[in-house]
């Protein structure tokens, strides 16, 4: 499973998420949207940060832990 973080300088919202996935064992990739606008494109995010996962946007914003724990250990 590819875990990414879309985040921005300056985000504490993603620091939150970071920190959810750090503690539920989930291993992820930080990309800065404002290095690869690319990916702005390919996910249209308003707020950061948006959660991808296995190629596709999941979350925007800082989800529940809950429908973190639902979408990784089902």
Same mark, same amino acid.
């Given at each position: 499973m590819k875990?990414?973080? /879309?985040?921005a300088p300056g985000c504490s919202?993603?620091? #939150?998420?970071?920190?959810?996935?750090t503690e539920l064992g989930i291993s992820y &990739?930080?990309?800065?949207?404002? /290095?690869n606008p690319s990916y702005l494109e390919?996910?249209? #995010?308003?707020t950061?940060?948006?959660l991808v996962i296995d190629k596709k946007l &999941?979350?925007?914003?800082?989800?529940?832990i809950a429908e973190l724990e639902k979408r990784f250990f089902k």
């Open positions: 875990v990414q973080i /879309l985040t919202n993603c620091t #939150i998420l970071e920190k959810m996935l &990739e930080l990309i800065d949207i404002t /290095l390919k996910y249209p #995010i308003f950061a940060p948006g &999941e979350f925007t914003g800082i989800p529940k």
